[in-house]
């Protein structure tokens, strides 16, 4: 047994391009940095002295900031190549985040912030498209695995780093986010060759290239973003809604909903990519994959309308963590392997504008419902929602024709 459990992990990590692992190890060094964001409403509220209806608003730019840049960034990646975002992305955000520390008034904060996030979310197309570009077709999926799999260990040791340098002084956040920016994007720009082929033509030898030109014109493509967007929706309230129910209604201690929080991201570590990869070798419909994330999702918020149930924090933790493991890897393969070398940082775009979106939508719309009718209504909301969601999934899966997998050369099918 263990033999066999060594062997799948050795074939798991077999394959993956040495440019996908240092794209994984910057992600990695770039997320460890990542430490002004989970601190960001203190730090206004305790340094900068203001209300929390201000913060909010701060938080609020922030998210439309993201969003706007995800679009733009998708565009610039389709009409100058990932290459160059992801480098200039890096060392904008690395600039613009030292830079945030001295910037005290509220309304020339809000501008700051905006035109950081504007600039600097444009890394995720690029990135997405980058993982892509290097990747194989069979490859794709486990090669998102891995970023991630560097997304959630950097951020695990970004945040405990960075609650250590808070208790120090909140501009240290400020240094080391700037600061590990500027090294991803050296690392980025001595390690990784400029592409030989960064061509902006549609490539007729593509097999999983769609008919369309933009994926504003690609229905089954815009249904697929509606589905992500209702899981994004119910996803995103995990570091938010539920984190807030743990302690106002389980009255868990601060250390333990870090614990479960931790728990999150060491099972994804350990776990995902030996996951996606043995999934894969058994199951052809990729997206009945992201339907089971989206239904397991719902599964989780339905137990924890059962707040009397011994245990339901980390049993609720467990099913969300398996619903990330499923979900998210295959819509975010789906998406780089819909669009072509023409289009593909707008198709990757309009994906990852799906989950700004629900980043700044998500938390709002829960905080009203909670407010006005308790958390266990807003807990059936959302698995109404993400059971919509799976039965989307399941349902486009079955109308795709496998255009979109890597072994297949047919073509697309619109909803």
């Not at 020339?108 to 980058?130: E, M, W, Y």
């Not at 931790?262 to 058994?282: C, D, F, K, M, T």
């Not at 059936?380 to 919509?388: I, M």
Request: proline share 3%.
């Amino acid at each position: 047994m263990i033999q066999q459990t060594l062997r799948l992990y050795r074939r798991a990590y077999t394959g993956l391009s040495p440019s996908v692992w240092l794209l994984a190890g910057v992600m990695l060094i770039n997320r460890i940095g990542t430490m002004v964001l989970p601190y960001l409403t203190l730090y206004m509220t305790e340094r900068l002295h203001f209300s929390v209806a201000q913060a909010g608003i701060v938080m609020a730019v922030f998210g439309s900031g993201a969003f706007i840049g995800t679009f733009i960034g998708g565009r610039l990646t389709d009409r100058f190549g990932f290459y160059y975002i992801q480098l200039l992305s890096l060392l904008f955000g690395g600039l613009a985040l030292i830079g945030l520390q001295f910037v005290t008034n509220f309304y020339a904060l809000c501008v700051s912030v905006f035109l950081f996030t504007l600039l600097g979310d444009a890394f995720r197309p690029a990135n997405q498209a980058a993982l892509t570009h290097y990747a194989t077709p069979e490859t794709r999926t486990r090669s998102f695995s891995l970023n991630r799999l560097a997304i959630n260990l950097g951020w695990t040791i970004g945040a405990s780093l960075g609650g250590f340098l808070a208790q120090l002084d909140y501009h240290l956040l400020f240094w080391a986010d700037g600061l590990t920016c500027l090294l991803a994007a050296l690392v980025l720009f001595v390690r990784l060759p400029v592409p030989a082929r960064q061509v902006v033509a549609v490539d007729h030898a593509d097999p999983i290239q769609p008919a369309q030109l933009s994926p504003y014109r690609d229905r089954a493509y815009l249904f697929f973003t509606v589905l992500a967007t209702l899981y994004f929706m119910g996803f995103m309230q995990f570091f938010s809604i539920v984190t807030l129910y743990f302690q106002e209604v389980l009255h868990l201690t601060k250390a333990r909903i870090g614990l479960l929080m931790s728990l999150n991201g060491l099972l994804i570590v350990l776990i995902e990519v030996a996951l996606v990869y043995s999934l894969e070798q058994r199951i052809r419909n990729r997206l009945a994959l992201a339907g089971m994330g989206s239904l397991l999702l719902g599964v989780s918020y339905l137990l924890m309308t059962q707040s009397q149930l011994a245990g339901v924090a980390l049993w609720a933790v467990l099913v969300i963590t398996a619903s990330e493991m499923l979900a998210m890897p295959f819509m975010q393969s789906f998406a780089a392997n819909r669009g072509s070398v023409q289009n593909r940082g707008q198709y990757l775009a309009l994906y990852s504008m799906a989950g700004a979106l629900a980043q700044t939508a998500s938390p709002a719309l829960g905080a009203q419902i909670v407010a006005h009718f308790g958390f266990s209504t807003n807990w059936l909301v959302l698995a109404c929602l993400t059971t919509l969601a799976a039965a989307g999934f399941w349902w486009l899966g079955q109308r795709e024709t496998p255009a979109h997998l890597p072994d297949t050369h047919s073509s697309v099918v619109s909803v």
